[in-house]
């Protein structure tokens, strides 16, 4: 008689297709288990490269800040100044409705507005007196210079509509609205929104700040001042901010002063 073999499991078609099976499964985890790795070392290494930007990035603030500071400290007539104005700077901002980004921008940007006298001579910056006409051209050389420095510090680091915004404050924070302010006697909105913001923040800490070679005035006195020069120095469309932060404005430098007391 025949002697008929049984077929073993491997030989049913059924087994076939379940090893089949297994054997991608076993294929697409390997290829997972290698590609989970691959990619865990591409984020490992981009979050290297962001914490190095990073720590870059705070390291060049530092050095802004820093400079800014010595700045101040250099200048007996203006310790303090940057970032006091650039506390105002911000409350206008925020009154013109600007995002929080844009706020902190702004807020930024003016705390490095007179870095530039940073190349004057210690001379100049520390004289107790009224500047001679040459004393003061050398001081109106300012601006051009903190723009290059803030270019030259913050254009590897920073985004390049922040450097923009930086650039434009330090360069442009003595211009005046009636094209009679320097270095480039631009005139209305020629001159950048940040640098007229920064214009009004700049004068009035002027005003209500002691100096050697003037008291402080009051409140009301530069409300006055800054008032009425809006159309002329200022730029009349940020008027009703400036008397929105009024308030706000007199109490914070009105804390300062309570502070040094």
Request: hydrophobic share 40%; net charge negative.
């Amino acid at each position: 008689y025949d002697i008929i073999k049984s077929k073993e499991i491997y030989d049913e078609r059924w087994f076939q297709v379940y090893m089949f099976c297994v054997a991608m499964v076993i294929v697409a985890l390997l290829v997972w288990m290698v590609m989970g790795a691959l990619f865990k070392r591409q984020i490992d290494l981009k979050n290297r490269e962001l914490n190095l930007a990073n720590r870059q990035v705070e390291m060049g603030n530092q050095t802004i800040i820093a400079i800014a500071n010595a700045v101040d400290a250099k200048d007996e007539r203006t310790r303090a100044h940057s970032e006091r104005v650039a506390i105002y700077s911000e409350m206008i901002a925020r009154e013109m409705g600007y995002t929080e980004e844009e706020c902190k921008n702004i807020k930024w940007a003016a705390q490095m507005h007179d870095i530039g006298k940073i190349a004057i001579d210690d001379r100049i910056l520390r004289k107790p007196g009224r500047f001679t006409p040459q004393e003061y051209e050398e001081m109106k050389s300012h601006p051009e210079k903190g723009a290059m420095i803030v270019e030259n510090l913050l254009t590897s680091i920073e985004s390049p509509e922040f450097v923009t915004i930086a650039r434009n404050v330090a360069r442009y924070h003595h211009e005046r609205y009636d094209g009679f302010g320097y270095p480039k006697k631009l005139k209305g909105t020629e001159i950048p929104f940040e640098a007229r913001v920064m214009a009004i923040a700049d004068v009035y800490d002027a005003l209500v700040s002691k100096r050697c070679y003037k008291a402080e005035m009051s409140f009301e006195d530069a409300y006055n001042i800054i008032t009425e020069g809006m159309g002329t120095q200022f730029d009349p469309l940020l008027k009703e901010c400036f008397i929105a932060c009024r308030e706000k404005l007199e109490e914070y430098y009105s804390s300062l002063k309570e502070n040094e007391a």
